[in-house]
């Protein structure tokens, strides 16, 4: 069992920054493959970052590349998403979610890959 809470979203003007940290409890954290999806109204959930257990492996969506960064902390058991350069288009509830399975190197980076979901966090991107 893995538990997940997000904090740090908010309301931003187009250009700014916000970082959303997610925290974990109730396993080893460095067994658990990490990810931020996020799903706007009317949308599907999509995978906007995801990282491996050993942090050496990191997929980005194309449009977040350059302005999102992700990182884990698997002492603090955080993993955390820097979002700079916000767009409107950013605007959506932002999920972590862990993934049990696979190696230290692996990835996931679709919704059915991932076991755990936090409640997740809103972040509006104001034009």
């Known amino acids: 069992q893995v538990q997940l809470v997000e904090s740090g979203g908010g309301l931003v003007q187009a250009g700014g920054s916000l970082r959303l940290s997610c925290a974990a409890s109730?396993?080893?954290?460095?067994?658990?493959?990490m990810g931020w999806f996020r799903q706007a109204p009317g949308k599907e959930r999509e995978a906007v970052a995801a990282?491996?257990?050993?942090?050496?492996?990191?997929y980005y969506l194309d449009s977040v590349k350059g302005r999102f960064t992700i990182s884990r902390d698997n002492v603090k058991k955080t993993v955390d998403l820097q979002m700079n350069s916000l767009k409107p288009e950013d605007t959506a509830i932002y999920y972590c979610?862990?993934?049990?399975?696979?190696?230290?190197?692996?990835?996931?980076?679709?919704?059915?890959?991932?076991?755990?979901w936090g409640q997740g966090t809103q972040v509006t991107v104001s034009s």
């Open positions: 979610a862990a993934d049990l399975s696979g190696y230290s190197w692996s990835i996931r980076t679709t919704t059915n890959e991932y076991d755990y």
């Open positions: 109730g396993r080893t954290f460095s067994t658990v493959v």
């Open positions: 990282i491996s257990r050993n942090g050496m492996n990191i």
